[in-house]
């Protein structure tokens, strides 16, 4: 298998749990653009589009921040910062 070419760190991201959880980011940006065939006229995946096909159509973009783990959490087990854009749990 090809995948046991590549290095230990990037095996670590191939794996069922990894591949459900692109497939559920994929679900949460489906429809959060408007499709430029339909617009034009010349969209040919009619339901099966992945883009909007009038307002209506239109999802909300899903919040992406907080993804990664906080370095100062890891570092010291506590962050000070109230501010701070990474994730704590």
Do not use: Y
């Not at 995948?3 to 794996?15: F, K, M, N």
């Not at 940006?29 to 992945?50: I, L, Y």
């Amino acid at each position: 298998d090809i995948r046991d070419l590549a290095p230990a760190s990037v095996r670590q991201w191939d794996g069922p749990s990894v591949m459900a959880a692109i497939r559920q980011l994929q679900a949460n940006c489906a429809k959060t653009k408007m499709c430029k065939f339909f617009d034009a006229g010349s969209c040919t995946k009619g339901a099966r589009c992945k883009f909007a096909h009038g307002a209506t159509d239109l999802n909300p973009l899903p919040e992406l921040g907080r993804t990664k783990m906080c370095p100062e959490l890891r570092a010291t087990g506590a962050c000070g910062d109230a501010a701070c854009k990474f994730a704590h749990s």
